[in-house]
Every structure is written in structure tokens, then in C-alpha cells.
């Protein structure tokens, strides 16, 4: 703190000659209670906080970091979570290299004693071709002999079938070896077919990317089960496992900067705890936030609005248990952030898919209200589906169909213009095309949104999300 308030003295020194006294103290001021904010944010300890609070009790921040110490013992298991999960990410993405790189093995294997089998054959085959060659010019030559012993022209007749059959053993050979090649080829095409592509494969996260940064953040929510209802979200806790890859190794996030909210600890007093007193806590003006939920979403019927769903989430009492979309976006409208990017793999008719609504109630095929995003906050909204679709899982790679793209087009696969950036426009076009392809041939709609809307944003369809590896 020392060699920070002898930089706060100065930069007083040096604007004294060309600004205002109280204008200088003030800056200063800020300087130092920016410092000791990130300071203690860093080390988010009690100890941390509470000299903080000290230091500047009339801050903005003190009153949220009042509420947190009240809560560090949690945030310490949160830390865990996080901890944990990302090791089990890291595993599976270690369990699939290891099975692609199986998988190419046994297949070289298969193939190389496939082709030394058959070269076995061919050579037993032109033995036996041979063999038979010789035997039938042996029976051509005792006959020739015994008819024409002497004879001139039985002395050409043998040497004429000497030449055909030499060229007939000529034509059998090449045939064998056109068979060969034809058979080799068409086993190759079969294993490229059958085996999964490492570069179609979200897992196996590429190296490159945005640099990390102490100010970016993230909460994750994969809620795959819940305590009151049958119906699953199939795949959300390994969504969300691999966007965290994502966010440490790719998009520039800190572990220790990023909160995971799955299973028990996916409740509604969880949701509000990290997104309304955690998160504004934690930004500042030069942030990056993320925000990815995978599990299930639910429209009220009567009110029409829409709802994320957490792990003790009822439907048939949403106002109670479960979050508002709307309040989720009042909320992350609020946080002084430079950026704010939301990813939502849900979908909110209540017709099936990652959507559940009361017993007894009818889906909602007409528009549920989800907030409206304000133009000029910087916020930006990829959703998976049209409010009267439903969503559906990737089953080939195990993912919700949503995340399994919305992955890919980060990494680069979006990158319409190659110049080694993802921008908004470019990820919800990649989006749109290929979510609502891939849903067409499961026999069902499934149209990604994006907000605000691409005719309110100006320029910033243009916003950059990623760097790819390319």
C-alpha cells in the first residue's frame, strides 16, 4: 500500500501545476481506494475486507463487502467446487485424447494386418495361378507332342499359348491389385466416417486465445438435476464443466475469478447471493463478466414470464422458487462492466426439452415475456431457442446442441472473415445456421436468439468475443 499512496502523491505533485487543488486530492483519493479495493479483492479474505471497510467506509463497495464477510466460509467452498470440477473437466478432456489417440492406434493396426492379409492372398493366389499355368502348358506341351511331335507349327502353337497365358497371369495381377487398392480405400473411408473428428470435438480445448486478466469474471450454472422434478437437464453439469475450460484456458477468465453453481449448491438463495452481492462486488470498469446457465427454464402462465430454474426450483411455484430472466438482466444491467456476454442454454415454452412447466398446465406455444435488454448497456444475450421452441441435446458429443456450437463458433469456427476474430455478428450467424440445421434433421425447430436486437446495435454486432487458435 506504501508504494501505491507515494504514486497517488506523485500524480498530485505532478497535476498540481494544472489543475485544482480539490480536483487533484480527489483523484488521488479514488486511486488509492481502487487500489485497496482490487487489493483486497485479490486476497478476499476477512481479514482483507474488513481493511478495506476501515480504510473507506462510505465506498460503494463497503456495504456489499459487509455482506460477503458474512458469507466467506461459503465463498471458501465454492473455491472447491470449482477446484473439483475443473479437474474433472480436465480428465475428460485427457480421457478423450487418450481415446482418439486409442482409437487411431488400433486402427493403423487393423489396417496394417488387414493389408498383410491380403498380400498373403494375393501371393497364395498367383502361386496357385502359376501352378495351374504350369500344369495346363505341360498338358499343352505332351499333347502338342504326341500330335504334332516334329511338327513346326506345333512348335509356334505352344509358344503362342505360352504368350497368352503369360498375359492372362499379367491381367490377373493387375485386377488384384486395382481390388487391393479399392478395398484399402474403402476401409479408410469407413474409419474416417465412423471415428469422430478431434477437431469437431468442444472438449479438447485449443491453446491460444485472450490473454487472463484480474478483472474478467464468470458464473457458470449447470443444473442437470433437481430435488423436486423427474425430468433432467441432459448434459448440463458437462456443459457447464466445459465452458469453465473455456473461460480459464480461452477466453481469458482466472480460475479464482470464476464462481460454479451445480447440483445442491444451484439453489435460488445461491443464484442471488453470487449474481446480485458477489458479482456487482467484483466488477469494475474495465471488466469482462461471463454468464452461462445450462439446465432447465420456466414460463409462469399466468404472468407470462420466464424463469431460469435452479436446483430446488418448483414450477408450480416459480415467483417463490425460481429466478426471473428479467431480474437477471436488471441485474447485470447495474454492474459498471466494460462487457457483459450471457449464454443461455434453456429454453422457456415449457413443451419438453430444457424447459419444465406445472403439472396440469399447458405449454406455452405463444411468446413468454423474457426482458428486453437495453441498446445502450453493454450486455449481449446468445439464447438457444425462440421462447416457443425447445431445445435438444448433441448426443454424438454429449452436449446441449446450443453449447456444443456456441463452443465451436468461439474457438474460430465462426470466424467468417478469418481475420482471427469472433466477432457478435459472426457467432449468432454460425449460430443461427447450423443450431437450426442440426435441429431440422431431429425433426424439430430450434432457432438461437440474440439481444438486443441485430437493428438496435449499431456497431455493436461488431464487438469482439474471442481470438481464435487458428
Not at 417 to 431: C, I, K, Q, T
Request: hydrophobic fraction near 40%.
Amino acid at each position: 500500500m506504501r508504494r501505491f499512496g507515494l504514486a497517488s502523491a506523485l500524480l498530485a505533485a505532478g497535476l498540481a501545476g494544472c489543475a485544482p487543488s480539490g480536483f487533484v486530492e480527489t483523484t488521488a483519493n479514488v486511486i488509492d481506494e481502487m487500489t485497496a479495493f482490487r487489493d483486497a479483492r485479490k486476497k478476499n479474505t476477512r481479514e482483507g475486507w474488513e481493511s478495506f471497510i476501515r480504510q473507506y467506509p462510505d465506498s460503494g463497495k463497503a456495504a456489499q463487502a459487509k455482506q460477503w464477510i458474512q458469507m466467506m466460509p461459503e465463498a471458501r467452498a465454492d473455491e472447491a467446487l470449482v477446484k473439483r470440477e475443473l479437474a474433472k473437466a480436465e480428465a475428460e478432456r485427457a480421457e478423450r485424447l487418450r481415446l482418439q489417440e486409442d482409437l487411431k492406434r488400433h486402427e493403423d493396426e487393423r489396417l496394417a494386418q488387414a493389408a498383410r492379409h491380403q498380400e498373403e492372398e494375393r501371393r497364395k493366389q498367383e502361386e496357385e495361378a502359376k501352378r495351374l499355368a504350369a500344369e495346363k502348358l505341360a498338358q499343352a506341351a505332351a499333347q502338342a507332342q504326341t500330335q504334332v511331335a516334329a511338327s513346326t507349327a506345333a512348335v509356334a502353337m505352344l509358344a503362342d499359348l505360352q504368350r497368352r497365358m503369360d498375359d492372362l497371369e499379367k491381367r490377373e495381377r493387375a485386377l488384384k491389385a486395382r481390388e487391393d487398392e479399392l478395398a484399402k480405400a474403402a476401409a479408410a473411408a469407413a474409419v474416417a466416417a465412423a471415428a469422430p473428428s478431434l477437431a469437431d470435438d468442444i472438449d479438447l480445448v485449443p491453446k491460444g486465445g485472450l490473454p487472463q486478466s484480474d478483472e474478467n469474471f464468470a458464473v457458470v450454472i449447470g443444473v442437470e438435476k433437481y430435488r423436486d422434478i423427474a425430468a433432467g437437464a441432459d448434459y448440463a453439469e458437462r456443459d457447464a464443466r466445459t465452458a469453465m475450460l473455456y473461460l480459464r484456458d480461452y477466453l481469458g477468465v482466472p480460475e479464482q475469478n470464476i464462481k460454479l453453481l451445480t447440483g445442491e449448491r444451484a439453489s435460488r438463495s445461491d443464484f442471488a447471493k453470487i449474481l446480485e452481492l458477489w458479482l456487482p462486488l467484483q466488477v469494475t470498469p474495465e471488466s469482462k463478466v461471463y454468464i452461462y446457465y445450462s439446465g432447465h427454464g420456466a414460463p409462469d402462465p399466468n404472468s407470462q414470464q420466464a424463469y431460469l430454474l435452479p436446483y430446488d426450483g418448483d414450477p408450480k411455484a416459480l415467483e417463490l422458487t425460481a429466478y426471473p430472466l428479467k431480474r437477471l438482466y436488471e441485474k447485470l444491467g447495474a454492474l459498471s462492466a466494460k462487457q457483459v456476454i450471457v449464454a443461455l442454454d434453456s429454453c422457456f415454452s415449457g413443451a419438453g426439452g430444457r424447459s419444465v412447466i406445472a403439472q396440469g398446465a399447458r405449454p406455452l406455444m405463444a411468446k413468454v415475456e423474457e426482458g428486453k435488454l437495453d441498446p445502450s448497456k453493454n450486455i449481449t444475450v446468445f439464447a438457444a431457442a425462440s421462447s416457443d421452441e425447445i431445445t435438444g441435446s448433441y448426443e454424438p458429443q454429449k452436449h446441449g446442441l446450443f453449447t456444443y456450437y456456441f463452443l465451436r463458433g468461439l474457438r474460430g469456427d465462426a470466424d467468417a472473415d478469418s481475420d482471427g476474430w469472433v466477432s457478435v455478428d459472426e457467432e449468432y450467424a454460425y449460430l443461427k445456421k447450423n443450431v437450426s440445421r442440426q435441429a431440422n434433421r431431429d425433426s424439430r425447430q430450434q432457432t438461437p436468439q440474440l439481444q438486443p436486437d441485430l437493428a438496435l446495435r449499431k456497431d455493436k454486432g461488431a464487438l469482439r468475443l474471442s481470438k481464435t487458435a487458428k
